[in-house]
Every structure is written in C-alpha cells, then in structure tokens.
C-alpha cells in the first residue's frame, strides 16, 4: 500500500476510535443509574447496621444463576454485540471477588425482539420483566433505553435493565446494578435527583456520627453526596453540617464515581448482600452451578479447508463439559458478521449467504456456566465455492439438530430443508410469539434435499418459532418475517 494512503487510512481509524470512545464516555456521563432504593429497605438497614458492624466477612460462598435476555427491535436488529457482553460477564466475577459472591449464566441467552422494549419507559419496562423473567434466576436485560438511564434494578420484579452502549467491557453498570439487585443503596442516598436530605449523612464518625440512620446506613462507607458522575482522586471542597469537608470514596462501586475508579464494596455492604440472598433469594443461593471445567478449543470437523455451496454447515465435535459454543463467522475482506451465537448444538446452518470466491473466518470457543471467559479464540479462514461436495450431513455421525430455514428475515418465503433429519414423516408448523398456530403442514421426508416452501406474504411482521416434529422430537427455529 502506498505510504501516504496508509497514513490517511491510520488517520481515519484513529479518528473513528477517538470518536466512538467519546460516545461511550457520553452515555456514561449523560445517563445516570434509574434505581431508587426504598425509604424501608434503609430503615431495614439501619436496623441491622449494629449487627453488621460486628460480622466479619464470612467465608460463604453463593454461586448465583444469571439468566441474561438481549432484547432487539421487532425486525430482530439491534441487539448488543454478544462478544463484548460475554466479555462483560467474564469480568464480572473479578469485580465481586472477596465478597463471597459469584455468578454464572443460565443457558439460553433469551432473545426477545419487541421495539416497545428497546426503547422503553418504566412501566413498560417492567412489563417486558414480567413476561420474560425466568424463574430462580437473577435476570438481566440488555436493551436501547431503559428509561433514559444507564441500567436500573426493578425491585417490583427484581430484575435488571441495562443500556447497550453503557456495558462496555471496562463498564461497572452491571456490578453496580446488581449490587442493587442484592439490596445495596447508592453511598450517596438521598441526594438523588437534586435532592438535600434532611437528615444528610455526617463526614464524622465515632461521637456524633449518624452514619448508622443516614445516608446509606453503613458506617463504612464515608459520607457522599456526588449524584452525578465524577472522576477521582475527588478535588471538591463541599462541607457538611458540622463544617467537615466531604471525601467520598471513588473505590466503591455503589458511587458514581468514573468506572476506572472503582474497585470494590465495603465490608458492611458485603455482609448485607449475603443477608439480602440469604433473606429474599434462597432459590437463588440453593441454585447448583455446574462445576467449574477447563475447557477445550472445539475442533470443526467441516469444513475443513472450504466451505461447498450444497453443505453449508459448521460441524464440530462435542467438547468434554462444554454446556454451549460461542460461534462467530466473518467476511475475511471485509470484516461484515454473518453470524455470530451461542449454541448447545454441534452444528450452525449458514443459511446461504456466501458468496463464490469469498473467504470467510469462523472463531470459536467452548463454554460453560462458570466458564465463559474465551481466552483468546483462533481463527480460521474458509474458501467458499459453488462446486459442490459429495458429503452430506449423513456423513458426520454424533452431529445434533439439522434443519435449516432462510432467508431470515423472510419477506415472501421462507425456505425450510430437513436435509440432516431421517427420513419419514414430519409436522412442520409456525406459531406467533403468543404460542398461536399460523401455519401447518405434513411432510414426508424422503431423504431428498428438497426446500419446503412456506409462503410468508399473509403473515404479520414479528418474530415466529418453527417447529418441526417428527421421529420422537421437536427442533425450532426463531424466525423473523418482514414485508
Ligand atoms: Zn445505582
């Protein structure tokens, strides 16, 4: 490449990463946290802030279910980047470390595709919880807008929304929010929304303190007031009742000070998140987490050096305690996602979007509950042709689910192969996201890969399951329909 071209071109990346930092930043100080916790829940606190203060940190250890919901559009766009978010929750035991306290992801990732929930106030927000929580699980939703907040904790159906672009992979939203989740109040209760409390936290401890019925309730945490991001070390010069200059703590997670500042919860804030689980989440702490396993690379059996227009597949061998597999496909030359999912499955139908001559990078790693942190996933590059191969899926054994359905979306039909299936005879049907039958048929499957055509023009734009019945089980499929 000739040398000043090259320069232009590291100019324009570094103006576009300069651009986009300055977008995460934005949101991080435009949106604040939306969870206002309860004047009875610090009473609670209050009451118990004796106790607390003569608990030591036990060494208690409560491994507590994770069930996560990317929410889209209704055309099924928008969803946050599932790298970053597994990245995200890969970092999240290390911010909990010492508090006795871990999580793990109950699998599926849920997928829900409902604009109203993208973008949503409140109330719809909670409705959006309601229908969607799974049970014995602490839920997370991963939205557009929540509110206009960067994430709340809904105590009403104990869940928690967060904004796509404030779960960046050095974010604390997400420590922060369910620090929420587990009872926690902001440091600087009462002085949300521009309010002055009454009664407003001294700086002073010991003789004459009111740290135990002020502020947040815990005496180990000092004195705030900033409800408004701000960056550490502090450099304020605010005084309180007494005359005491404020210095709040920017290492604690439940502040608003800056992500980079924060890097652990208070002895007391601590033992109260294991009175929280241990008094609101029993299901929740007598959840078994799988066992914690290396795990190995999978090793993609097909294709092996490229990939033929009549088998377009990625096959794998199962990996030794792998729950799910993180798979991520690009266009070598230009860097577009074709697919990127977590799947139980040892197969991913790439839905015929390659194109001749064009090579394309598969990535993969194995997960677990408790292991989802990827390290770093090898790639792999793959020709695509339109000659065609003479394996079939028949070829590889131990292979699980084999049905393809395209194009997704779908505009007038949606083309359904059963081509890894035995042969015999199937019920084929599509039902709304209300569980109602749309369309059925009867298919008997000869063994012949031939596309069942389902005409797609007098369904409603949505999201729709298919479901394909037949030999002893069910396979489905998400599908979109636009017109
Ligand atoms: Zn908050």
Redesign the pocket.
């Known amino acids: 490449m000739n040398c000043a071209l090259r320069n232009i071109i590291i100019g324009l990346l570094a103006i576009l990463s300069v651009s986009i930092a300055h977008a995460q930043e934005a949101d991080l100080n435009t949106y604040g946290?939306g969870?206002r916790t309860s004047a009875e829940l610090i009473k609670d606190i209050s009451s118990f802030t004796p106790a607390l203060a003569n608990l030591k940190r036990t060494a208690v250890a409560d491994t507590l279910p994770l069930s996560i919901h990317i929410v889209g559009k209704d055309d099924g766009t928008g969803y946050i980047s599932l790298d970053l978010l597994l990245r995200m929750l890969c970092k999240l035991n290390d911010k909990y470390t010492g508090t006795g306290i871990s999580f793990y992801v109950k699998w599926p990732i849920q997928y829900i595709n409902n604009s109203a929930y993208y973008t949503h106030v409140a109330s719809v927000g909670a409705q959006m919880m309601r229908e969607n929580n799974v049970p014995d699980a602490a839920n997370i939703y991963f939205v557009n807008d929540p509110d206009g907040t960067c994430g709340y904790y809904q105590p009403s159906t104990r869940a928690v929304a967060i904004k796509n672009s404030c779960a960046g992979t050095n974010s604390t939203t997400l420590t922060?929010?369910l620090g929420?989740f587990l009872g926690l109040p902001?440091t600087f209760y009462g002085w949300e929304d521009g309010q002055t409390p009454t009664n407003a936290e001294k700086v002073t401890r010991g003789t004459g303190a009111n740290c135990n019925t002020a502020g947040d309730g815990f005496c180990d945490t000092d004195a705030d007031y900033l409800a408004e991001r701000w960056n550490c070390p502090y450099k304020g010069n605010k005084t309180d009742v007494n005359g005491d200059f404020y210095h709040p703590d920017p290492t604690l997670y439940?502040s608003y000070s800056a992500d980079n500042c924060m890097t652990r919860f208070s002895d007391m804030q601590i033992a109260w998140m294991q009175n929280t689980i241990g008094s609101s989440y029993p299901t929740l702490a007598a959840s078994t987490a799988p066992a914690y396993h290396e795990l190995a690379a999978p090793n993609i059996i097909y294709p092996t050096d490229t990939i033929h227009a009549n088998l377009q597949y990625i096959i794998w061998n199962k990996v030794q305690d792998a729950e799910v597999y993180y798979i991520r496909v690009t266009q070598k030359q230009t860097g577009r996602l074709l697919a990127e999912t977590t799947t139980a499955d040892t197969i991913l139908a790439l839905n015929g979007e390659l194109m001749q001559d064009n090579t394309y990078t598969i990535r993969m790693a194995a997960m677990n509950g408790v292991n989802i942190c990827r390290g770093n996933m090898p790639s792999r590059d793959y020709a695509f042709t339109n000659k065609p191969t003479d394996l079939t899926l028949q070829s590889f054994s131990g292979v699980t689910q084999g049905i393809r359905s395209f194009p997704n979306p779908a505009t007038q039909t949606l083309n359904v192969y059963l081509d890894f299936m035995p042969v015999g005879d199937y019920k084929i049907s599509l039902r709304n996201i209300s569980g109602q039958l749309v369309h059925q048929y009867n298919y008997t499957h000869n063994g012949v890969n031939a596309a069942i055509n389902i005409a797609v023009t007098d369904m409603a734009n949505g999201l729709y399951f298919l479901y394909v019945a037949g030999g002893g089980k069910t396979i489905s499929q998400k599908v979109v329909v636009t017109h």
């Open positions: 946290c969870t922060h929010e929420h902001h439940m």
